[in-house]
């Protein structure tokens, strides 16, 4: 069970735009940046959102990240197939003294 | 360009020792803290442990505890894992990455697969 939670599952069919939550605590959500990880089927996981809301060179502007406080959230506009993936949340928590990761989600397009 | 390359994965038997290796290019090594992550098969990423830029300080996630050292050795730009004891749930793809103590896990090598069975 991880410290993070985020639904197992998202779908959303090309063109829509879908959310995805990823709930925690005082000591990580609310007190860390927030990260977001996309990993494509059979590759390593690659680094989508950081600091909450910024988006590293390369990555588009259809994805986005925020985060109140002990919640944060990763949005998909604009759904592309090749964005059909799984997506995790992470962020440092403070009373563990390392990065949690959430479950993960499968988005399905 | 920034590279990874994760080595010393296998097969080993319950209880036994096993050294992973990750070796860095194209960035300059000693100024990055570095990770592990675990991913066992079909299931999500466990963070592991965490090393800082100069190796003085050093974080392990509670599953791992007492059985894995993480170490570096930056004349050779090489990050360590070695892990003892190791049981069937320890069987994972294991990651190694680039980042801050705290995260920010912008650089990922390709894994390396350990598999724990007698």
């Known amino acids: 069970q991880s410290v993070l939670t985020q639904p197992p599952s998202a779908s959303g069919t090309p063109g829509q735009r879908v959310t995805i939550s990823c709930s925690g605590s005082?000591?990580?959500?609310?007190?860390?940046?927030v990260y977001w990880y996309q990993q494509l089927p059979g590759t390593a996981p690659k680094l989508l959102i950081h600091k909450n809301d910024q988006r590293p060179s390369g990555v588009p502007d259809r994805f986005s990240g925020s985060k109140s406080g002990t919640s944060a959230s990763l949005a998909i506009s604009g759904l592309r197939s090749e964005d059909e993936a799984d997506y995790y949340c992470?962020?440092?928590?403070?009373?563990?003294?390392?990065?949690?990761f959430g479950g993960g989600t499968k988005l399905t397009v | 360009q920034v590279q990874l390359v994760e080595s010393g994965g296998g097969v080993v038997q319950p209880g036994r020792p096993l050294r992973l290796s990750c070796a860095v290019s194209g960035f300059t090594f000693s100024n990055y803290a570095m990770h592990w992550v675990r991913q066992a098969p079909g299931k999500g990423l466990e963070w592991v442990a965490v090393i800082s830029s100069d190796g003085s300080n050093k974080y392990y996630a509670d599953s791992v505890k007492g059985r894995f050292t993480i170490s570096r050795d930056n004349s050779k730009n090489t990050l360590y894992l070695q892990m003892k004891s190791l049981r069937a749930e320890d069987s994972a793809v294991y990651y190694c990455?680039?980042?801050?103590?705290?995260?920010?896990?912008?650089?990922w090598g390709q894994g390396t697969l350990v598999t724990v069975s007698s």
């Open positions: 005082r000591s990580n959500i609310g007190k860390s940046y």
């Open positions: 992470a962020v440092w928590d403070d009373s563990l003294r390392g990065v949690v």
């Open positions: 990455t680039r980042g801050v103590l705290t995260g920010y896990l912008g650089y």
